[in-house]
Each structure stands twice: as C-alpha cells, then as structure tokens.
C-alpha cells in the first residue's frame, strides 16, 4: 500500500507547486503569463491559429469574470452538495490515480509472472496451407480409387486435367481454421490438420463433396516469447495494475469512514 | 502473355532507336533471356490475381451514433468489432450471440454528426452536464424505464428541430477538441483490431444528407491507417463546418486527398428512401442541372453503390420491371426515410440500382461522363453493433428491434403518410470482395475497381468474366479463374475492344453456394441498354439453372419449388444445385448500343427471419410477412461501349 500514498502524495504535492491561486491573498486576482500563454493554447487548438491581440484580452477578461464568480461563489458555498462539482470533484481523484498508474514499472519478474498466467490471451492460432481436387458431390468410389493412386504415383503431369471445376480453389495459402472452414464448411479444417504434409489423401469430405487433399504446409499453434510482444503485455499488465489500485486505493481510503445507511422500512417483498 | 514476337527481334526493335537514351550498354539475347522466362510452369506460382472472396460490412453503427445511443446501444466499437472477428458478445438487450462465421473486414461507419454526444450524456460526462438540456435527458435515462423513453424522444425531437445547444452541439461537431479525440479513439479501436492478412478494420464514417426527409447517406471509407486519417476528421451534414450537398462531400474528399496523400471513396445507400433524388436524370437534388464536373465528380467519386440492407433491398422494383418475377423482393416502397412524404411512381426511377445503371449510359451519351457506373455491396447499416445478416441469427435495425416477441408487430415507422412495420426490415446484407489479400490497402483497391458484389446474407462466392472468345471449353479448367482474368474482364471493368470477327461477346459465371447455406436456384444476366433513339431497355436472361427445367414459351424457367417447413423453420437441400456454372452469349447483341450486364445469382427458398421468430417465440406471423426467402447475390457489372 505504501506506494500508493507514496503516488498520491507526489501528485498533491506537484499541483500544490503548479497552482498559483493559493499564493494570492483573497481579495487579488494574479493572471500569470503562464496562464495567458495556456488561454492563447486552448484557443489555438480549437481555431488553428493564434489569437489576435483583441481576442486575448477578452479571453482575459473572460477568465477574470470567471475568478470573481468563482471565489463569489466559493464564499456563498455554493460548491457545496452540488451534483455536478461532486462527480468531477471525483473525477478528478480518479483521474490521478489513473494517471499514477503509467509510472508502474514492473518489479523484476512480475512481467514474467503475469505472462505466464495469461498465455492464453497471446496465443497465435495453428495455420495450413492446403491444395485440393474436388471430385463431385458422390462420385464412385472407383472414380476416387483411381483419382488417389494418379495423385500418389506423381504419374499424372497436369494437375488441372484432375478433378471437377469447381469455384472451390485449388489451393490455399496459410490459413487458420476459420478461413480454411469458411471455404470448405466446417470441420474442414479438424479433418485435414493432422494430415501428413506432401502427401495425398482421400476421399475428405467437405460441405460440397468428396477431395483429395494434400497438406502443402503447415505452422503449429504459437505463443510468442515476451521479448517479442513485451509493449503489448506491459500494456496489459498495466491496465489490470490500474484496475486493482484503483479498488485498493478506494478501499484503503473508505476505511477511514464510518459508514452508516439509514434505509426506510419497506413491505417484506416477495422478491426472489 | 504468350511471347509471340522472337527474342531477337525485340531486341532489336528496343534499342535501335533508342541506343542514346540507356547507360547499360546493348544486350545480347542470350542475356535478356534469362529476364523473360515466361509463364511460370505452375498454374499456382505467381499468381496475382484474388482467390477468396472476403467477406464483409462496409455500413455498421455503434453506441457512438447518435440515434443507435438513443435507441439504447450501449456497445461500443470495441464488441462490434469482437462479434464481426467470431468472439461471442452480450448484446445490449442482455442477449449472447456469435456469428456462424466471422467476417474477413468490417467498416464501423457512425454517423459524423454529433458522434458520441448521447453516449457522453448517458454518462454523464462532466463538460456537458453545465448544459441544462443534457443534464435533463441524463436525469432521464439514469433514471430508465419511462424517464428514459421520454427523454430519448425529447432529444431527437430537440435535434429534429434544430432546437440543440449550439455551444453543447459544437463540442460534438469538426472543430472542437472533443471532437477530435472521439475521432481518435475511433481509429485507435480500428487499429487495435486491424490484423493484416487475418481480419481488416477500415476506418470510415457515415454523412448523413437528408433533404427534407429524403435519404442522401453515403459512408466514407479511407485506405489509409492512423497517420494519414488523423489529419483530418470526419465531415458532417450540419452548418457551417459540414454540408449536406454532395458537391461538399467530394470536396472534402479530394481535400483528405491532397492534403494527406491518402485515398478515400463514398458509398451512397438506401435510393429507395430518397424520393427519387438519388439518381436523378436531368438535375441535382437542388435543381442545378447536370455538368461535365458533377458527374464526373461523382463516378470518381462514388465507384460502388450500397445495393441491399435492412431498409430494403435496391436492386429493382417491380413497376421498374413488370417482367422480372423477382423484382418485387423486400421492396421498402412507402415513402422517404423518415416517411414524412408518400412514395409516388414517378419517384422510383431515381432510386433503384438497375434502373440507374440504364440512367448512366443516357447521362454518358450526353455528357461524356457516365456518373452512375458503380459496382455493388451489400451492408446492414444495422444500428446495435451486431453485424447480422442471417436469416437464423438477425438481431434487428436498432437496439429495439432486437429479437423479442413483439418485434415483428410492432411499427418501425409510422406516419400520416405511411407506415413500415417490424417484419418488414430485410435480414440482409454483406460485401463479396475479390481481393488479393486481406488488407486494408487490397480491399480498398479491389472496391475502387468494382471487383466486388453484394448478397442478401449468404455467402454464396460468384465470379463473372466477360470477353469475346470464352467457350464451354473453358469451363472444364480445374481452375476457371486463370483463364477468365487471360481472356476478359471480371466483374466490375470494361469489356475489351470488340475484336475483328466477333459476333457478340460471351460471359463466363460460376456461383457455388455457401457452405452452409441453401442450394441455387439460378445464375441470371440481366441486361440493359440504350437505344438508338435515347430510350433505355433492359432483359432479365436465365443463363444457368439447376435441374432439367425447361423455358416456357415465354423463356422463363419456372420455378424451383419450395422445400421450406414454416411450423418448423426448416428446409432441405433436396432441391437446387450447389454449383452453377455457364459460358453465356448474349443473343441480342447491336454492337451499335451502349450496354451493361450484372449476374444476378438467386438461391432455393428458406425460412425468412420472420418465420423463425415465430417459430422460437411461439407466435404467429404478422399478416403481409412471407414465410420464406429466395436470398440472392447481386455482382457489378461489365459495360460495353461501343468502338466510337
């Protein structure tokens, strides 16, 4: 938990440093020049061009209306109880623990460990390069005998005489289950996986017919080594980190709190 | 290309002119032998032409669209993109579903204009709840139920008339910071999901025209990634930044590409529900009469049309064309998009697919130009996130119209003008491309030359080549694509210049059918032309069917039969074909005539999507919705013009 605080207080203390406000006694307004030059940007990132000499006097003014009503209302407590300045009053709290957590570096070997136990989620899929002859939604099993051993014995010179025309390609580069059975329907791919590269085999069915198919190459399933996609798994680690402090932080925090709820006296329900 | 001219005499043509020009010296032929080894041996080796269609949605919506937030989308880019790769998702009703397949590329295209302001007021994000209008409607919709309906309609209403907070507005509009990281967030999702070679996330956006009521949408699409679309962000309908002249949008089109080097294009859609302006004869929308640069604008502009969604399908209309049989297929034909004027006759000229193909070569003849020379795609333009176009799987137009037992009956506009009701959405359609390989850059280029087609749903895979010397010969090829790119065009080009000799020109068309979807029924060609005295004509072909059918007297081939159980909501492949396959010429041919030909490739009839809710629900059918469906698959065409 220390780190937490460690964070929470360097926060506070960076934006005592940056605000200004709190230097002026309370009847002055000071507009630095650090605060026009922040007027001239906001300006600028909106309208692409700086502004004319006139147009940054009335966002001065403008700021200054917006001082005086500002601390006017401060005093009057109209911050108090109101909706809108309590949840971006919240905001804000999240915000800078959510800021906090870009600084989290991994201790030695928490990368590691949190990549081992999400191996899943980077896994890449087992791709397969196939060619294929289509030979008709029920051919005799005579006509598939005689296909197969052509195939076999290497003797037949032109593939393209084999075989019915078929929009069904003849061959398939890499591709993982879902291309592979998008094509040919499903179950294609379980059926032809495990098959031995170079190697003919029939009849395979498919969702059209019977094929002979031969496994041209092959990439086994694989999870890349985390030098390889350490960005994207620090990213991630980061991410569930934030989620984590952020609950921790709260409930560190609400611990300081006694919490009582006073609910009103309902008729037992029937509800399930 | 076969080398038909011997080595040594290219040699010798190449560098006797021009033996001052090069530094390398002249080759011998032995040497330039080795450079021109002529086709490779193997009909598979360097290859470059597309082998797979891929399949895809170039019209989809998420919670950041103004109207899916209101009708209570609460899935973000994010789950669209999960469901269209084939993760299963939570809908926002509650309801898990997954598609039978993911799908090869998908376009998230929200509606430019006020984009993420309802989702940002759902949540109550702090910058706008200064604002008292958006921090009622969040009261509202916090607070759900009836509060929450009354809001929703109180914002669009709000919107509908103009009456929205200019300063609240102008943060969700071209110009503002928040605009801009919505923009960004946008295409950070895109890129996070982009898997080349694996699944494609193209980076688009939706401008929404509407004039007075009538539908004059495209969707935009970029070939570029983060870099380039960055530079820019997207372009709105409303004052003063956004336009809703499509002059405008073009503008900013060649703005995009000038200023950032990429490539963009426009899709329109849904001429069905724009009164007859969206392709017009004479005049603009605006009555501006036509000019050499508005259509050649807009053939550069606009090379695909959106011909099928769940509005309805835009192919053809039967008072277009009393003939064709099937012409009267989910035509959405009551009025405007937000039915505020009634559809008349006169109208559905401007607004149907073929009939603006003939409108084209009449356009072409008068002003050089033919601006309505677009390929097609099918898309869903659905408004939940959920990408689905089948029958057994549709989750509706907007979040209201997921499956529920109600959904069918309930009205999905009404009117004193008209009314559509829920049974009425089609549960269609996607985009066929041929594309070289699964990349952003591959199925751009390959929508750019129209080598795309559109389906109800299905994926059923068609190729269509057209030239003049293709014979049933050709058909025997185990690989029938090779010799169709050798011999002619594909799909979405140019006929060849008419050879010496040749009678009419040939197409040859294969369809096979999903793999796990219905048998076909038949491969037609439909035809139009224009006549010699400015009249446009068009002829419905049956060319490949399954069965031994014979044509009637008329040449129709009759009907393929119905093997639908509606109780059940079931069919059977018992009838039909699962591949079809033709060499066709066209008999009518005057080589004097301008002509286009598409394939229109039509499956056996199967449950509709009304018929299986009835079934699931345990209802009835609404009275008017058919119990089946014959899906069917649209291609771009191939234009003959004729040798001037």
């Known amino acids: ?272 | 290309m076969k080398m038909f001219l011997p080595l040594t005499t290219i040699v010798a043509l190449a560098f006797t002119s021009s033996a001052t020009a090069n530094d390398t010296g002249t080759p011998s032929p032995d040497l330039l032998a080795k450079a021109y080894t002529g086709k490779s041996y193997s009909p598979y080796a360097k290859r470059n032409f597309p082998e797979r269609p891929l399949w895809g949605d170039s019209h989809l919506h998420t919670s950041l669209s103004m109207d899916a937030g209101l009708f209570g989308n609460r899935l973000p880019p994010e789950e669209a993109y999960r469901l269209a790769r084939g993760e299963e998702v939570v809908s926002s009703t509650g309801q898990a579903l997954r598609l039978s397949r993911p799908l090869d590329w998908l376009m998230i295209a929200d509606h430019s204009d006020g984009m993420g302001l309802v989702g940002d007021i759902a949540a109550g994000k702090a910058q706008l709840m200064a604002y008292e209008q958006a921090a009622r409607w969040n009261k509202g919709m916090t607070e759900g139920g009836e509060a929450g309906v009354k809001a929703a309609i109180d914002l669009i209403q709000t919107f509908s008339n103009d009456k929205m907070d200019p300063e609240m507005f102008a943060m969700y509009s071209p110009g503002a910071k928040i605009y801009k990281n919505l923009w960004e967030e946008v295409i950070a999702d895109a890129e996070a999901f982009n898997d080349p070679g694996h699944f494609t996330a193209l980076i688009g956006f939706e401008w929404t025209s509407l004039i007075e009521g009538n539908n004059m949408h495209r969707v935009v699409m970029m070939r570029d990634g983060p870099v380039r679309a960055r530079q820019v962000v997207p372009f709105t309908m409303t004052a003063p930044q956004g336009s809703p002249d499509p002059r405008d949008l073009w503008k900013y089109m060649a703005n995009y590409e000038e200023k950032t080097g990429g490539e963009i294009l426009a899709i329109a859609h849904n001429g069905n529900l724009s009164n007859g302006i969206m392709f017009p004869l004479e005049a603009q929308w605006n009555g501006t009469e036509f000019d050499e640069t508005y259509v050649t604008e807009r053939a550069k502009w606009e090379p695909v049309y959106e011909i099928t969604q769940i509005k309805g399908d835009g192919e053809a209309h039967p008072f277009l064309s009393p003939d064709d049989e099937f012409a009267d297929y989910e035509n959405w034909d009551i009025g405007n998009l937000d039915v505020s004027v009634a559809k008349t006759n006169e109208m559905l000229a401007g607004e149907y697919a073929r009939e603006a193909l003939k409108r084209g070569l009449v356009i072409e003849s008068r002003l050089g130009t033919n601006p309505y020379k677009f390929g097609v795609v099918g898309a869903t333009d659905s408004h939940t996130s959920l990408a689905t176009a089948e029958e057994d799987n549709f989750f509706g137009k907007h979040t209201g119209y997921e499956p529920n037992a109600t959904r069918m009956s309930h009205p999905f506009m009404e009117t004193d003008a008209g009314s559509i009701i829920g049974w009425q959405m089609v549960a269609s359609g996607l985009g066929a491309v041929w594309a070289t390989e699964n990349t952003r850059e591959a199925i751009f280029d390959a929508i750019q030359r129209k080598e795309v087609y559109g389906t109800t749903g299905p994926r059923m895979s068609v190729r269509l080549f057209g030239g003049w010397d293709y014979t049933q010969q050709d058909m025997n090829s185990r690989i029938p694509a090779v010799i169709g790119y050798e011999k002619g065009t594909p799909m979405g080009g140019d006929l060849r210049v008419m050879p010496e000799g040749a009678k009419a020109p040939n197409f040859m068309v294969f369809a096979l059918r999903d793999p796990i979807g219905a048998n076909l029924d038949r491969i037609q060609i439909i035809k139009g032309w224009l006549d010699a005295d400015g009249t446009t004509k068009e002829k419905v072909y049956d060319v490949s069917w399954s069965g031994d059918r014979k044509p009637d007297a008329n040449g129709k081939v009759p009907a393929v039969g119905n093997t639908v159980d509606v109780p059940n909501a079931n069919w059977t492949n018992t009838i039909g074909a699962a591949e079809l396959m033709t060499v066709w010429t066209d008999p009518d041919f005057d080589p004097a005539k301008k002509a286009f030909y598409y394939a229109r490739v039509i499956e056996i009839p199967t449950p509709r999507w009304s018929t299986y809710d009835a079934f699931r629900y345990g209802i009835e059918l609404p009275e008017g919705a058919p119990t089946s469906t014959q899906e069917r698959a649209y291609t771009s065409p191939i234009w003959y013009n004729p040798a001037s």
């Open chain 1, 1 to 272: 938990m220390l780190h937490f605080a460690v964070i929470g207080g360097l926060f506070f203390a960076l934006f005592a440093a940056v605000d200004d406000s709190r230097e002026q006694p309370a009847d002055v307004i000071y507009i630095s020049p650090e605060r026009i030059d922040q007027l001239a940007a906001g300006f600028s990132s909106v309208w692409k061009r700086m502004p004319t000499q006139d147009e940054i006097n009335h966002l001065i003014e403008e700021d200054i209306r917006e001082e005086v009503y500002y601390r006017e209302a401060q005093a009057l407590g109209l911050d108090q109880n109101d909706t809108i300045v309590r949840r971006r009053m919240r905001q804000k709290m999240e915000f800078l623990i959510d800021t906090s957590t870009n600084l989290l570096v991994p201790a030695a070997g928490e990368l590691e460990t949190y990549f081992d136990e999400n191996k899943q989620a980077y896994g890449r899929q087992p791709r397969l390069a196939l060619e294929q002859i289509f030979l008709g939604a029920a051919p005799k099993p005579q006509m598939v005998d005689r296909a197969l051993k052509a195939l076999q014995s290497g003797s037949s010179a032109d593939l393209s005489e084999l075989g019915e025309t078929s929009l069904l390609p003849a061959q398939l580069g890499l591709s993982v289950e879902s291309a592979v059975d998008g094509v040919f329907g499903k179950g294609f791919f379980d059926l032809t996986t495990d098959l031995v590269p170079g190697e003919w085999t029939g009849p395979i069915t498919s969702a059209y017919g019977v094929h002979i198919v031969r496994v041209l190459d092959k990439l086994p399933p694989r999870t890349p080594p985390l030098i390889e996609i350490r960005d994207i798994v620090l990213r991630n680690w980061r991410e569930r980190k934030a989620q984590k402090v952020g609950e921790l932080d709260y409930a560190g925090r609400r611990t300081n709190y006694t919490i009582e709820i006073q609910r009103r006296e309902t008729e037992a329900a029937d509800k399930p």
